[in-house]
T-cell receptor, first 109, second 116 residues
Framework: QQPVQSPQAVILREGEDAVINCSSSKALYSVHWYRQKHGEAPVFLMILLKGGEQKGHEKISASFNEKKQQSSLYLTASQLSYSGTYFCGSRNQGGKLIFGQGTELSVKP | EAGVAQSPRYKIIEKRQSVAFWCNPISGHATLYWYQQILGQGPKLLIQFQNNGVVDDSQLPKDRFSAERLKGVDSTLKIQPAKLEDSAVYLC??????????????FGSGTQLSVL
């Protein structure tokens, strides 16, 4: 079951904050976040393994609410380099990593 | 450390032709994945290998797609015959252990396939 991401797209000015949500109708065993710049390969950001776990990467952090079967990615004081498409991936019980449809983030000067 | 290598970078073919993509994962990575990414969508897993064995190929259209990883290292994905809807970027990824674990994936740059 593919996780659902929202919003589909967001436009920010440099320095603004954004939140990207990822939810699943089935139990999430872990949530993975990747960023893909146009024409490039997806690059790993972070994995959240436990309910309630939060992790950070520079000014990008994420939380995982196991009960609600959702994760949120927080981008603080966005920089131009944050532009790209963000994908969440969920591991099911069988271990297969399934990606959401992506959220396109554009940071303008 | 060398990353995941893929070739070719771009391929344009006519429908009903055949095409093959090659992937060399990061040295020592046991698990290799092929994903199909259609424009505007997230990567969709086609097949997952653990060493030279198939772990999951439930989403692979087996009437036209085939993949192999004979020596547990590099891999080839083939489409024969290609259809218009196969136009996509084919991404190869690898991870150290893979199956059942929660490791990060390392992706190659992908092969962009256009079927005319």
């Amino acid at each position: 079951q593919q996780p659902v991401q929202s919003p589909q797209a967001v436009i920010l000015r440099e320095g603004e904050d954004a939140v990207i949500n990822c939810s699943s109708s089935k139990a999430l065993y872990s949530v993975h976040w990747y960023r893909q710049k146009h024409g490039e390969a997806p690059v790993f950001l972070m994995i959240l393994l436990k309910g309630g776990e939060q992790k950070g990467h520079e000014k990008i952090s994420a939380s995982f609410n196991e009960k609600k079967q959702q994760s949120s990615l927080y981008l603080t004081a966005s920089q131009l380099s944050y532009s790209g498409t963000y994908f969440c991936g969920s591991r099911n019980q069988g271990g297969k990593l399934i990606f959401g449809q992506g959220t396109e983030l554009s940071v303008k000067p | 450390e060398a990353g995941v290598a893929q070739s070719p970078r771009y391929k344009i073919i006519e429908k009903r032709q055949s095409v093959a993509f090659w992937c060399n994962p990061i040295s020592g990575h046991a698990t290799l994945y092929w994903y199909q990414q259609i424009l505007g969508q997230g990567p969709k897993l086609l097949i997952q290998f653990q060493n030279n064995g198939v772990v999951d190929d439930s989403q692979l259209p087996k009437d036209r797609f085939s993949a192999e990883r004979l020596k547990g290292v590099d891999s080839t994905l083939k489409i024969q015959p290609a259809k218009l809807e196969d136009s996509a970027v084919y991404l190869c990824a690898s991870s150290y252990h893979g199956e059942g674990t929660n490791e990060k994936l390392f992706f190659g740059s992908g092969t962009q396939l256009s079927v005319l």
